[in-house]
């Protein structure tokens, strides 16, 4: 809203002083030499490819490992359990599933993320790239061969994702352009407006988790394992407690399988205290 008004007020100041019958277009942003560090990690650094490669290839040998232990649960956490009670949806005799986010998770969104890189996030211009993005998100290093493997051992694979349901069609061929093959609507692609509580994937997986047995979920955020990492104003020492313990610990590359991504998430709204703590304060002499 801020640079809206400056904007604004911009736009009226030039107006007052151009010929009435002038016309101009407002400037380009101006682009920085250099993108964020954040998105020159992500998406550009062979650092970044390798981590995010040696996930995925994690990933493809555990399901093809864990079908033949033939698991009595999934690990979808079941309604009401908690990382300090952890309690799971049961498998019985359904076919096994691998459930994954698909931004910055099974895609790279770089489309996007290098208008957002010198421009505030503004929904409107998401909203379009959900319609329209097809061809110009890219399958993250491993991602392909990842999800080829899983469908081979018989593993299906789902996505459930925060795009909007209202823009299925365009995430269904995005996530075809990219390499990884068909997603179809309320089968195999869970988005936000399935189901009436909004952000949270907790009714989705749940969904899911009735008519598979789910051995993999896989994201960027740690949203995409238990909306109770999301709780509102979860202060951030609980949130770093609940992530490292001893519950969700045993489930960390055993069945929850974390990428990194440096570029956006809920950690964004960490202060100084957060990250540096106060006993591990130093000044130089």
């Given at each position: 809203m801020r640079d809206f008004a400056i904007g604004a007020a911009l736009l009226l100041a030039g107006c007052a002083s151009a010929p009435a019958d002038v016309s101009t277009?407002?400037?380009?942003?101006?682009?920085?030499?250099?993108?964020?560090?954040?998105?020159?990690?992500?998406y550009g650094s062979p650092e970044a490819a390798v981590a995010v490669r040696a996930t995925n290839a994690r990933i493809a040998d555990y399901g093809v490992w864990r079908i033949k232990q033939r698991p009595k649960d999934s690990v979808v956490l079941a309604a009401?359990?908690?990382?300090?009670?952890?309690?799971?949806?049961p498998c019985g005799?359904?076919?096994?599933?691998?459930?994954f986010d698909a931004d910055e998770t099974l895609i790279w969104n770089l489309g996007p993320m290098r208008h957002f890189a010198h421009s505030a996030y503004d929904p409107k211009v998401w909203d379009q790239w959900e319609k329209t993005g097809a061809g110009k998100a890219a399958a993250m290093p491993g991602s392909v061969e990842m999800v080829n493997k899983l469908r081979a051992a018989g593993i299906t694979v789902i996505a459930n994702t925060n795009r909007s349901a209202a823009n299925a069609r365009g995430s269904e061929d995005t996530l075809r352009a990219a390499g990884l093959g068909e997603f179809k609507h309320g089968e195999t692609l869970f988005l936000m407006g399935d189901y009436a509580d909004g952000s949270s994937k907790d009714g989705r997986r749940a969904a899911i988790a009735s008519k598979y047995c789910v051995i993999i979920l896989g994201g960027d955020q740690l949203g995409d394992f238990s909306q109770q990492f999301n709780v509102k104003d979860l202060p951030a020492a609980q949130r770093m407690a609940l992530a490292t313990s001893a519950g969700a610990t045993a489930l960390w590359d055993k069945g929850w399988f974390l990428f990194p991504n440096p570029v956006y998430g809920p950690w964004e709204k960490l202060g100084w205290d957060?990250?540096?703590?106060?006993?591990?304060?130093?000044?130089?002499?």
């Open positions: 277009a407002p400037p380009a942003p101006t682009e920085a030499a250099k993108p964020p560090v954040a998105l020159q990690y992500l009401g359990a908690t990382m300090d009670a952890p309690a799971f949806e005799g359904k076919p096994f599933a691998a459930v957060d990250a540096f703590p106060s006993d591990k304060q130093w000044e130089p002499k």
